[in-house]
């Protein structure tokens, strides 16, 4: 029997940049196959809303060569499509605000035994940051 190692990345993804490339290459060299879970624009509040709307976001994710599979996250829980996938890793971008301890606590509490990994890597480029893309051209536009 061939055991899969699955592992979950998720993001928002919005206007994509070598940095995105970066945490989902190394998400995938974890193991097997690589799901992401595509924010929903209703449950981002951390930051500004994307610029680019969540189909196509979620479009481009599935495009990409390391990645077997990209969905829409939840509008209601975040935790309901991690159960559904079943990963035996999440990984956290560097960047990402998540706090592991609590991450781990509902997930054991869903009965999940996924192992949370933050990727250490970081893709170290002007413009390696939604942000900073948008900024790039407001900053030309005005």
């Known amino acids: 029997m061939i055991i899969l190692i699955r592992v979950l990345a998720t993001g928002t993804f919005d206007l994509l940049h070598p940095g995105h490339l970066t945490y989902l290459r190394e998400c995938k060299a974890l193991g097997d196959e ?15 809303k994307p610029v680019i709307p969540e189909d196509q976001r979620v479009e481009m994710i599935n495009a990409l060569r390391m990645v077997d599979k990209a969905i829409l996250g939840s509008e209601e829980d975040i935790f309901v499509p991690i159960m559904e996938i079943k990963p035996d890793i999440i990984a956290l ?27 250490e890597k970081v893709e170290r480029c002007v413009l390696c940051s939604s942000a900073k893309i948008v900024k790039k051209i407001l900053d030309k536009c005005s």
Not at 34 to 48: C, F, G, N, Q, T
């Open 93 to 119: 971008g560097y960047d990402q605000y998540f706090d592991e301890n609590k991450l781990k606590n509902e997930l054991n509490k869903r009965g999940s035994c996924a192992r949370i990994v933050r990727i």
């Open 34 to 48: 690589l799901y992401v879970i595509v924010a929903r624009d209703s449950m981002i509040r951390h930051k500004p």
